[in-house]
């Protein structure tokens, strides 16, 4: 038996500095692959709750932590 994969296991979290540090290509990637891995997630089952990252960006915040 294996657990599930968690939306914690697939995210990567960028600092304030980390993210002021990176082109606006790549943050729009960033938003891109992390609102797609918690799709992702979500089609297979993934019963957590929707992370405050998330809500951020849908929010048009900046989703450093």
Do not use: C, H
Not at 32 to 42: A, E, F, G, K, P
């Amino acid at each position: 038996w294996q657990e599930p994969v968690t939306f914690e296991d697939v995210a990567v979290y960028l600092s304030r500095a980390e993210w002021d540090a990176i082109a606006e290509g790549q943050r729009e990637l960033y938003r891109s692959v992390m609102l797609d891995n918690y799709r992702l997630l979500t089609s297979l089952g993934y019963p957590g709750p929707k992370p405050d990252i998330l809500y951020r960006m849908e929010r048009g915040e900046e989703p450093w932590v």
